[in-house]
């Protein structure tokens, strides 16, 4: 028997996922819930919220029956959402707190939204122009929106304060595209996209519009400056390719890509929308309905998304390192779909090179986690690590006294890095793909956080504060 075939005799067995099932629904009413958000009304239906499945909620407001909008609005859409990701993979027992989620749907002023790892926090403010008051909690996309970080956390913790640009850009993209895929629950909003493109996904809508009311209030508050455009918050149907964050100004309209992780983070939903929309064509040439073509992409696309995030390791170049890990798991032909739309987004480039391992270090690997998973055609393995650094043991001192925010030295405290590794092994147990970060690589990412989180003012004690120092080491407080 061969190398990995031995080790993996050694692990330790793993309980298989158990189906998922909600466990405990009591009957509510049925909820007149608006789907999308206020700027289209017609979308409204009469729905039944999900029971309650292990990741437990609470809604403040919420009784038990039928209230107000913003209540009603988020309770249907965060049990729905959950149901729905939940059904795909249930790879998820419970929030990165380890307790219930409490969402409230009109905490304060202002035009934002954010989670905190205990709440989902949802904001309101008038429109300057059209006179209304707009509550986040009304859009269907920013709940989900918020959802999607808190579910996106639960599966991958380690993810938090992790100082990488792609990382914070993909849990932008992330929680954008369970936006998308908890809209694509309701056959209205599907009909309502195919009805506005004529069939055309690839032209903007219903879909891939995000967070249009808020979109438009936010260009009347701030008079389209800094490049903002009505319409909507973020657009799925876009060009961007991958480019270095490094490389990248730090921001920029709406029309150009910038380091900032919400621009960045729409290189890869652009990319998986592209796939969403490829699939469907696809399945749709093959005479299957409209709805139903578009069901089995949306299933399948969230799905090779779903599976990948456990198996892809932190690292820096993160989009490269998880389009690897869905092609792993994809069946032809959407594997060639999805490869030709991440080159073609030059996410995917040559192949990651390869270094020479002996019996001894294989082992090694291998018996260190117990990430290791079957794929076609060999074994994958994920070798997790929680190191940190201080940016002073690493850069010239000119430059560390250049990275001050008020009382904060961000350069000498620890922080976290995306320095794991990865390996793929053939069937003979020969090693044939190899990701590993070098310290070079690590450190340019941690620094360039650091620039990030300088020129935006986001660290300190105060509550608007994204970052926090805590024994002297920095971590996230919340995400919006």
């Not at 909003?189 to 996904?201: I, S």
């Not at 929309?277 to 969230?302: H, I």
Request: with cysteine; glycine share 6%.
């Amino acid at each position: 028997m061969w190398l990995v075939d031995k080790i993996l005799e050694l692990l330790p067995k793993r309980s298989p996922s158990k189906p998922y099932e909600i466990v405990s629904s009591l009957a509510t009413p049925k909820i007149n819930y608006l789907i999308n958000d206020p700027t289209t009304p017609t979308l409204r239906a009469k729905i039944s919220p999900a029971g309650m499945s292990s990741l437990k909620f609470r809604v403040q407001g919420w009784t038990g029956k039928p209230t107000d909008q913003q209540v009603n609005n988020c309770y249907v859409t965060v049990a729905n959402g959950i149901h729905a990701t939940q059904k795909i993979e249930r790879v998820i027992g419970r929030w990165a707190s380890g307790r219930p989620l409490n969402v409230l749907p009109k905490a304060r002023k202002g035009l934002n939204a954010y989670y905190d790892r205990r709440n989902l926090v949802f904001f309101f403010e008038r429109d300057p122009k059209t006179k209304r008051m707009v509550y986040t909690s009304d859009s269907s996309d920013i709940v989900a929106h918020e959802l999607g970080h808190a579910l996106l956390d639960a599966q991958r913790p380690d993810f938090w304060s992790t100082q990488a640009p792609e990382i914070w850009a993909f849990h932008e993209a992330y929680a954008d595209i369970t936006a998308m895929f908890h809209l694509m629950q309701y056959d209205e909003a599907l009909k309502y996209a195919l009805n506005e493109t004529d069939g055309n996904l690839r032209k903007p809508n219903v879909i891939s519009r995000l967070a249009e009311e808020m979109g438009n209030a936010i260009f009347n508050v701030t008079g389209g400056k800094g490049g903002r455009k009505p319409g909507a918050l973020r657009n799925a149907t876009n060009e961007f390719k991958y480019a270095p964050p490094n490389k990248l100004p730090k921001n920029a309209p709406d029309d150009k890509l910038a380091s900032e992780c919400h621009s960045y983070g729409r290189v890869f939903l652009g990319t998986w929308y592209a796939i969403l929309v490829e699939f469907y064509e696809y399945d749709r040439g093959k005479q299957t309905k409209s709805v139903d073509a578009l069901k089995k992409a949306r299933d399948r696309a969230f799905k090779y998304l779903r599976q990948s995030i456990r198996l892809t390791p932190r690292v820096p170049r993160y989009h490269e390192a998880l389009a690897r890990s869905m092609l792993l798991g994809a069946e032809q032909p959407y594997k060639k779909i999805m490869n030709n739309v991440f080159r073609r987004r030059r996410i995917l480039k040559s192949k990651i090179k390869i270094l020479s391992k002996t019996d001894i270090e294989l082992r090694q690997i291998l018996s260190s986690t117990e990430h290791v998973e079957r794929v076609e055609n060999g074994t994958a393995v994920r070798v997790p690590s929680s190191k940190t650094i201080k940016l002073a043991d690493y850069i010239p001192d000119g430059f560390v006294s250049s990275l001050s925010v008020g009382d904060y030295d961000l350069a000498d405290l620890e922080i976290e890095v995306a320095n794991e590794s990865y390996y793929e092994f053939d069937n003979k147990g020969n090693l044939v793909e190899e990701n590993v970060a070098s310290i070079g690589q690590i450190v340019n990412d941690a620094r360039l956080c650091a620039l990030m989180i300088q020129n935006q003012n986001a660290i300190g004690p105060e509550e608007d504060k994204m970052w926090e120092v805590q024994k002297g080491k920095l971590v996230r407080t919340f995400i919006e």
